[in-house]
């Protein structure tokens, strides 16, 4: 078990360009879930995956952000145009999907500093 | 929708001492989980409780034990004997009894141990 690993650890971008997050999440997990945390905030969620169709979008996420795990592994998260508003931490986490209230283990996020 | 409060941004206690989190939540379910959430400056969330909302009796693990309310929707963490490493934001989640449900998380409370 080496945890989930997200990459890279932190991106500093100009506006208006597209950048993409990845997750690496615990092996043979196959819920995946992507959070976004703003300073002083709890995360919200924005996406989850079982293996690798995505069942449930949250309207934070705008046609600007797009996931995919296109083999129920890994997992990305694209934005595109960023804005300033982007700036974030944005947060991975995986469960293995047996038991309901089943714990989740987090990565330790992707910081996304916006100019 | 469900929603969870944290009326504490900050509070400290002394090595060794007892301090107590506060949380609320808000939901018209019956069945759901309750979780309290630990973010050190390493920014990589870590379980630190749960809670079946159908279980009546208090759980608690190690120093930490919670009192769990749901005719009050209350669910604070108590730590006892508190250390140096305990230091860190603490973040009360809900989850509803669906297969895959998000995690909705408060807004957190800073926790300072004082040596």
């Known amino acids: 078990d080496t945890g989930v690993s997200q990459d890279p650890r932190h991106k500093i971008t100009k506006r208006g360009q597209n950048v993409t997050f990845r997750c690496d999440p615990i092996?043979?997990?196959?819920?995946l879930y992507w959070y976004r945390q703003t300073l002083g905030q709890g995360p919200e969620f924005l996406t989850y995956?079982?293996?690798?169709?995505?069942?449930?979008k949250s309207r934070l996420l705008s046609d600007r952000f797009s996931a995919e795990r296109p083999k129920g592994s890994f997992s990305t998260l694209e934005i595109q145009r960023t804005e300033q508003g982007d700036s974030a931490m944005y947060l991975c986490?995986?469960?293995?999907?047996?038991?309901?209230?089943?714990?989740?283990?987090f990565g330790s996020g992707t910081q996304l500093s916006v100019l | 929708a469900q929603t969870v409060t944290q009326s504490q941004p900050e509070m400290s206690v002394q090595e060794a001492e007892t301090v107590t989190l506060s949380c609320t939540y808000d939901?018209?379910?019956?069945?759901?989980?309750l979780f309290w959430y630990k973010q050190p400056p390493s920014r990589q969330m870590i379980l630190v409780i749960r809670?079946?909302?159908?279980?009546?009796q208090n759980a608690t693990e190690n120093r930490f034990s919670v009192n769990f309310q749901k005719a009050a929707k209350s669910f604070s963490l108590k730590i006892s004997d508190s250390q140096l490493g305990d230091a860190a934001m603490y973040f009360c989640?809900?989850?509803?009894?669906?297969?895959?449900?998000?995690?909705?998380f408060g807004e957190g409370t800073q926790l300072t141990v004082n040596p």
């Open positions: 986490a995986s469960s293995p999907g047996r038991a309901l209230g089943e714990k989740l283990f």
């Open positions: 092996s043979e997990h196959n819920r």
């Open positions: 995956f079982q293996n690798e169709a995505q069942l449930e």
């Open positions: 939901t018209s379910e019956s069945d759901y989980y």
């Open positions: 809670q079946e909302a159908y279980k009546q």
């Open positions: 989640a809900y989850r509803r009894e669906t297969s895959g449900s998000r995690l909705t």
